[in-house]
Structures are given as C-alpha cells and as structure tokens.
C-alpha cells in the first residue's frame, strides 16, 4: 500500500515516527544482504543494488546539464526521483516510480519522501522536491539530489545521521554549492558523501551548474576517494567521513 503524507500536520508526525523506525532498527531486507554496489551514470542518476533489492535513483533524459550523456535506460525495483523534470526524473527505468512525498514500501523495503525547496526562496520560483530516505544492504541512505535549500531542524531530525548522503553540489539555481552542501554534510555528519548533480569540463549550453571541486575544497580536510563509476559498500562502514568522488 502506499500512503501519501504531507509537510504539515499528522502525516508528517507519522512520517517522523516511521523515519524514527528505521533509524533505531535495519528491516529484514536489509540483513538479507550487507552492504551494497552502486553504479554512477552522471548527472545524479545512481543505481543501488543490496538486500535482494535495486534503487535507480534520479535518471534522466539528455538534456539541460545532462545533454550528452548516455540516459540510464535501467531496470531497477524501485526509481526515486527528485521531482519529475527530465534532468532528474524521466520515467525510462522498470519498477515502482516514486517522484511525490510519502511513505511507502515496496517489495519489503521503506522508504521516506519529504518535501523541500527546489530554490533558495521557499519554493516560489521552481517549487518543491523530494527528498529520499530508505534502509538498503545494511546501510542508511540520505538522497538530496533535488533542492538548494537549507534543512530546517525538523529536516535534520527526519534524515538522521546517514551512512550514505548523496548530495547535489554543483550549484546554479536550483542544486546546493560546494559551501550549502558542506554546510549540509556538517549538520548531517554521513559516514561516506557521493557529491552529484555537477558538470565535468565545460557545461552544456544554458547549464548553470559547475564542477565538484568548490565542494571539495569547502570540505578540506576530510578523505577523499576517487571512487570512478562503480562503488562497493560495506554494511559495517567506519565511524570516519569519506567522500566518494564517482566520476
């Protein structure tokens, strides 16, 4: 069953009660399996596979700042997607899509949307995003591929501490900065970061967004790791922040 829950009101004390869930306890899905591979397509489309389970996460159609990459034509159990714009939520994958805030479960696993900003003035130039949370492989994971607003304390209490954020950064108008995202991570504290949602080399024509270096250099001193397209995750990750550079 799925069950649509709003920002305000009761659905998000009941939203707040299943993020509470799966914080303090790892569904069963999520132990049939530890750790898990994740495969990077650019842009800020990912694959997850782990716990009998695949999450495609923000495919996209080649246009905007992801015009001449290869579109992610995947099959996965379960797309989430930031919204349903064709640079972060193209319907080209099999499975459940899942684009709207809710709670919902599918083929064992939970999974947490919330609205958020997809700017910095509330909402009111391109609206809301979702943003993701769910258990996969053992691991928590945080999916802020689709805002650039700042997380409130309700927001930082709903996401927990993530073992996996994934976290836009390459700025523009509607993604975080290098320094909005290492403001993001340093309220979050994840274990491991995988920055996306930025351009290598030079941006396509009309792309507003830029590289993943600002970033990196906003997160100075912290280990970074040169993790190319593909990234296995153990279930039992250290207590050390890493970030896992995919492309």
């Not at 709670?103 to 391109?126: I, K, N, T």
Request: hydrophobic share 40%; charged share 15%.
């Amino acid at each position: 069953m799925t069950v649509f829950q709003n920002r305000q009101g009761p659905g998000r004390a009941i939203a707040f009660l299943a993020a509470s869930a799966m914080v303090s306890g790892i569904s069963g899905s999520a132990v049939q399996a530890a750790g898990v591979s994740i495969t990077s397509y650019g842009h800020s489309a990912l694959l997850i596979r782990g716990g009998g389970q695949s999450v495609l996460v923000n495919p996209f159609r080649a246009v905007g700042c992801a015009a001449g990459l290869a579109e992610p034509r995947v099959s996965a159990n379960v797309t989430l997607a930031s919204s349903e714009l064709p640079d972060e939520g193209a319907r080209i994958g099999g499975g459940t899509y899942l684009s709207k805030p809710g709670s919902y479960r599918v083929g064992g696993m939970d999974l947490e949307g919330f609205s958020a900003p997809h700017d910095r003035m509330g909402g009111r130039r391109f609206g809301n995003a979702t943003i993701w949370r769910w258990q996969q492989g053992g691991l928590s994971f945080a999916h802020l591929g689709g805002t650039a607003a700042p997380l409130s304390g309700e927001d930082r209490v709903l996401l927990g501490r993530p073992d996996v954020l994934i976290i836009g950064v390459g700025g523009g108008a509607k993604v975080y900065d290098g320094e909005e995202a290492a403001d993001v991570v340093r309220q979050l504290n994840p274990r491991r970061i995988i920055p996306v949602q930025y351009v290598n080399g030079e941006a396509p024509s009309g792309c507003d967004q830029g590289g993943v270096q600002p970033f990196l250099d906003a997160m100075s001193g912290t280990q970074v790791r040169k993790a190319g397209p593909s990234l296995s995750l153990p279930s039992n990750l250290n207590d050390s922040t890493v970030i896992e550079v995919m492309r």
